[in-house]
DNA sequence: CATCGCCTGTATAACGTTATAGAGCCGCAC
DNA sequence: GTGCGGCTCTATAACGTTATACAGGCGATG
């Protein structure tokens, strides 16, 4: 196919092993040689075949990032921090969808490509702790979001628990008495709902109001119209909330939605708050109060680590970090001066 | 590292070669051997090596979707559709992320990464026809969108000019007389802005309309911050307009959100249309009246014509394919019984 | 009974790279 | 002048796979 070693080899008039050593710098070349060697690549065009070299050193440079939803902005947002922090230090990133199914996670987990990147960063939603804890391949990963913890990996995350928690105060701070949840899910499936679930209720309780299981509206799935159907059924009770906490930003955004149809203005009839602080909620009107995770820095972290663990320099045990988080203060929730 | 071809073939007591034929299918196997091979693979966890294989085989089972704005919703709806597309054909879909960076797109084009990806689908802003020409490289290429044209390349893009005649002939057809255009770019940049100006222009002269060049707002890039700062200069003028059509969506959910800070009802004063069918723009309040490209006719297109060409299916010229769009009418223009 | 062809399986040469062992040369010390 | 170490460079064996050429067995055909 394209140009190769020998290539370069023959009209720079050296050996096979000479050019690699120009082109990897692994043993030193005299001047001479090495400039003859660096005019015949320039002149021919030459770039390594990346499928060889892996095959040779076992590394192929490219690492992936699984995500549930690739249309999700968070992802998305997540995804080009990644990217560019993966290229600083010589890595391509590739992105892979898992669409939050479960055997699109297991596959990559154990890895039926396996053999072509190096490492991978997961979200997981769809498996567990056990799952992970099966693992037999051997590819270094890193784990972000409180899919699973406990886990012998890497993994970075946001305390759930302490942002639900964040959020409620900050409701009942402005006066808000019925707050409704929107994203539980039924069963055992997403663990990062179970614990935005607690941290409202623990909230709550803490602030001395009631927790009423009605007004936590499960959803199938986490996107805008998932949010927007739970708040319809929300405001069909007899006794609608005075606030909503979304799972997400997505999710809020879909009740946002709902009360706009509904007639009902926000903050004034219902404040509304969710998490991920996408750029969509600081453009959609009302503008929507959030949890931000840092992005920034989840991103880079995960992939920091897991060249680390990739390259050996992490020889430690695995390290679990909760990065921080702040809330951001929008219309949704009435601006600080009004 | 891992488990490989010798391993199966030592523990089923036959040849390297009929372990591969009984994974690929290339040569027939007996029935009596092949079952014993499979049980070796199963007991053992075989997965082959995709890096060698593709050094035996030429090919990596790896295409590339090259889009300029990985946070750009459309390009990730775009790209979820041509990840199962793909999935579908037997390949694996990475995306690559060219940040509208006019390097980043010319190191794609003549493959820094040939060797790891078997094709390519570009969607081109920064570079033209004259580079895309220049392409050293073999690789099997797909354009997508209308940044460059005339090349001999599988194109598919929609027919920007007639979408925009299609927005502005809605505008006026629910009486707006002073209709201004968000996102033209200085300089030669961006072809589908030029040609979605083009359409503008036209559809205004067609209606009876004066083209005033003040209504037309230049942005340096297509979010959604470019679209709320290009909006406040036109609200800024002597005399504003009635009527905003937006590069895309994006800009017109900036322009939106102007209106709203400013006061301004919508459609009453300032009616709206943008490009590209997102979902956010079904959301948000007002929801957004756009044009609709068929992306999943894109998307699946885009994908086969490039699998055609890597398997050499298609021999024939390359094909330029218009892609239908359709007008959405939602409340940024006023529903269709108000 | 020799010949042909089919069927199943094997041995082996690539693919393009990198790491290892070693070859040649030169200068210096003994 | 023999031996030794340092410096460049070369020859070559992997890495795991697939495709090609080939070998052996066996039934059918002439």
Redesign the pocket.
């Known amino acids: 196919?394209?140009?190769?070693?020998?290539d370069?080899?023959q009209r720079a008039?050296?050996?096979?092993?000479?050019?690699?050593?120009v082109?990897?710098g692994?043993?030193?070349?005299?001047?001479?040689?090495?400039q003859r060697v660096q005019q015949a690549i320039d002149e021919l065009g030459?770039?390594?075949?990346l499928?060889?070299?892996h095959?040779?050193?076992?590394r192929t440079g490219l690492i992936a990032l699984a995500i549930p939803e690739l249309n999700n902005p968070y992802f998305a947002e997540l995804a080009e921090i990644a990217i560019s922090e993966a290229a600083a230090l010589g890595y391509t990133l590739v992105m892979e969808n898992t669409a939050a199914d479960r055997k699109a996670e297991l596959a990559l987990l154990d890895g039926t490509r396996r053999?072509i990147i190096d490492g991978l960063i997961l979200s997981p939603v769809r498996i567990g702790r056990e799952e992970v804890l099966a693992r037999s391949a051997d590819t270094p990963l890193v784990l972000i979001g409180e899919g699973v913890s406990d886990v012998p990996y890497d993994h970075i995350a946001i305390d759930n628990v302490a942002a639900s928690h964040a959020a409620i105060q900050h409701l009942v701070a402005i006066g808000r008495r019925r707050i409704a949840f929107i994203g539980a899910t039924p069963g055992g499936d997403r663990q990062s709902a179970h614990l935005r679930v607690r941290g409202y209720r623990e909230a709550l309780v803490a602030a001395g109001l009631p927790y009423r299981p009605r007004l936590v509206a499960r959803t199938d799935a986490f996107g805008r119209l998932d949010g927007k159907r739970a708040m319809r059924d929300l405001l069909a009770l007899g006794d609608p909330p005075d606030a909503v906490f979304g799972y997400n930003d997505l999710v809020a955004i879909g009740a946002l939605r709902t009360l706009a149809e509904a007639g009902l203005r926000v903050p004034e009839d219902v404040a509304v708050v969710g998490i991920d602080d996408i750029e969509e909620g600081r453009f959609g009107t009302p503008t929507l109060t959030t949890i931000a995770p840092d992005k920034r820095e989840i991103g880079r972290l995960a992939v920091r680590r897991l060249v680390a663990r990739i390259e050996g320099t992490a020889v430690a045990a695995p390290l679990t970090v909760q990065t921080p988080f702040r809330l951001v203060r929008r219309e949704s929730t009435g601006t600080p001066g009004g």
Do not use: C, F, Q
């Not at 692994?26 to 090495?34: A, H, S």
């Not at 095959?55 to 076992?58: D, P, S």
């Open positions: 196919m394209g140009v190769n070693l020998k370069i080899a008039g050296v050996s096979l092993a000479t050019v690699s050593n082109v990897n692994y043993r030193p070349v005299g001047e001479r040689t090495r030459y770039s390594p075949n499928g060889a070299r095959l040779r050193r076992g053999h």
